[in-house]
C-alpha cells in the first residue's frame, strides 16, 4: 500500500491508496498491544506499555521532521516508499522473535453483518473528514449523503451487535469504567496533540517561510521526554492513583498549549521549539496514567478486543481533529482578516503608515498594496492559529476536570475499586 501511494497520479488515488494503507496499520496497532499484554507479565504491563507509549508521542514529531528531510530531498513519493525496507525488516524480526509465542490458534465465526455494517459507517464517516472542508461541509449534498449513512450504519451496527452470538467489538468493555472513560479521555488528548502536530508546521511553511526540513526541526523536541518518562511511568502506575496524576499532567499539556498560543509572527524558531518540549514533558503524566487504565487490568479474553477499540477511537480522533481545526482555522482566519481590512482602511493612520514604508521600499504602488495584503494574510492565519490552540486548552480543561470519574484503583481483573 505504500508503494501504491508513491505511485498515485491524483488526489483520488492518493485517497484510496492511504484508505489501503490505513486498513494495513489498523491491522498492526491493535496487534501490538495485546501481543505484548500476552507476552509480557501481569507485573510489567504497565512497563510495556509505557515503552510502547513512547512510539504514540515520538513518531509524531519524527514523522515531520523525516518527511521534510526527505520530500526536500528526493520528493514527496520516498516518504512512501522508504515504509517498503522498514516493512520487509520488520517481517522478518517479527517472524524470527514472535515464533515462540505461538499461541493455540482456533477457528470462531465471523460476524459477516456486523463487519459489514461497521465498515460501512467507518468509511463514510472517513469521507466525511476527508473531504469536508474541500466540498464547504453540509453544504454539499454529497458529504450529507455520507454523514446521514455513517450514522445509520452505526446505529444499525449497535443494534446488530446486541444479539450477535460472536461480534465484532465486545460491547460489555464500555461496561468497565476504567476501559471507557481512560479511551474517551486519551482520545480528547489526542486530537490536540495531532491537530497541533498538522497545523502547526503548515503555518510554520505557508506563512514564515520555512522549508520543510527546518518546520519538521523545530518541532523534534517534542519527542525528547516521553523517550525518558513514559517506560518509567508506566511502571509505576500499577500502584499509583491515576487520577491527579491526569490532572496535573492535563494542567502541563495546557500550559504548554498556552504557550503555543502565544505564537506571533515575531517568535522565534527557539520559542517555539520550546513550546514543543513543554508539550512532551507533559505528554507522559497525561498520557500513561490513561494508556495503563484503560488497558491493564482486563480480563485476557478482552484484551485484543480493547486494543482494537482503543486504537479505532484514537485514529478516530486523529483524524476528526485536523479536519474539524483545518476549517475552523480557515474561517477564523477570515474573520481576523475582515477585522484587520477594518482598521486599514484608505482613511486609517495605520494604512498610510503602512503604505509609506512600503513604497519606499517597492516603487509601484500595486506591489506596495499587494505586499501589504499579503502581511495582512499572514496576520489573520497567525491570530487564527492561536484560537486553534486556544480551543484545544479548553478542550484539555475539560479532560483536567474529567480526570476524576476514573477509577482510583483498579484490580487485575479490571473491576474499578
Known amino acids: 500500500t505504500s508503494w501504491l501511494c ?51 508521542a515520538v513518531a509524531p514529531v519524527l514523522g515531520p521532521l523525516l518527511g521534510g528531510v526527505i520530500t526536500d530531498r528526493l520528493g514527496w513519493p520516498w516518504i512512501f516508499l522508504i515504509n517498503i525496507p522498514v516493512g520487509l525488516f520488520s517481517v522478518y524480526v517479527s517472524w524470527a522473535l514472535l515464533r515462540r509465542f505461538e499461541s493455540e490458534r482456533v477457528r470462531e465465526p465471523v460476524d459477516f453483518v456486523g463487519l459489514a455494517l461497521l465498515m460501512v459507517g467507518v468509511i463514510c464517516f472517513q469521507l466525511v473528514l476527508d473531504r469536508g472542508h474541500e466540498l464547504d461541509w453540509l453544504a454539499s449534498t454529497g458529504i450529507r449523503i455520507m454523514l446521514v449513512t455513517s450514522v445509520l450504519f452505526f446505529f444499525l451496527f449497535l443494534a446488530w451487535e446486541r444479539g450477535a452470538a460472536h461480534p465484532v467489538v465486545d460491547l460489555t468493555l464500555f461496561a468497565h469504567r476504567n476501559f471507557l472513560v481512560g479511551t474517551l479521555l486519551l482520545s480528547a488528548l489526542y486530537t490536540t496533540l495531532v491537530l497541533a502536530t498538522v497545523i502547526y508546521p503548515v503555518w510554520m511553511q505557508t506563512s514564515m517561510g520555512y522549508s520543510a526540513t527546518w518546520s519538521g526541526l523545530v518541532m523534534s523536541p517534542m519527542g525528547i521526554a516521553p523517550i525518558l518518562l513514559m517506560p518509567l511511568l508506566g511502571q509505576r502506575l500499577r500502584t499509583w492513583d491515576p487520577r491527579p496524576l ?6 502541563f499539556w495546557g500550559v504548554a498549549l498556552y504557550l503555543q498560543a502565544q505564537t506571533s509572527t515575531e517568535s522565534t524558531d527557539t520559542y517555539m521549539a520550546a513550546t514543543r518540549f513543554a508539550m512532551g514533558i507533559a505528554m507522559p503524566f497525561a498520557w500513561m496514567p490513561l494508556m495503563v487504565v484503560s488497558l491493564v487490568g482486563l480480563p485476557p479474553e478482552m484484551n485484543a478486543s480493547a486494543t482494537g477499540i482503543f486504537n479505532f477511537m484514537r485514529m478516530l480522533a486523529s483524524s476528526l481533529g485536523p479536519a474539524v481545526g483545518v476549517t475552523l482555522w480557515d474561517q477564523r482566519a477570515i474573520y481576523h482578516r475582515s477585522r484587520l481590512a477594518e482598521t486599514l482602511s484608505a482613511e486609517s493612520p495605520q494604512y498610510q503608515e503602512a503604505m509609506d ?49 476514573l477509577p482510583a484503583r483498579h484490580s487485575e481483573e479490571g473491576e474499578a475499586r
Open 6 to 56: 508513491a505511485m498515485a497520479t491524483s488526489f483520488n488515488q492518493l485517497l484510496l491508496f492511504r484508505a489501503l494503507q490505513g486498513f494495513s496499520g489498523g491491522l498492526l496497532l491493535p496487534l501490538s498491544q495485546s501481543l505484548l499484554l500476552r507476552i509480557y507479565p501481569v507485573e510489567k504491563h504497565g512497563l510495556a506499555l509505557g515503552i510502547w507509549g513512547v512510539t504514540s
Open 357 to 405: 514604508v512600503l513604497s519606499q521600499r517597492l516603487p509601484e504602488p500595486a506591489s506596495a498594496l499587494a505586499a501589504l495584503d499579503g502581511a495582512v494574510t499572514v496576520q489573520a492565519r497567525t491570530l487564527a492559529l492561536d484560537d486553534i490552540f486556544y480551543v484545544c486548552l479548553a478542550l484539555t480543561v475539560l479532560v483536567a476536570l474529567a480526570a476524576w470519574l
Open 246 to 251: 491526569v490532572m496535573l499532567g492535563s494542567i
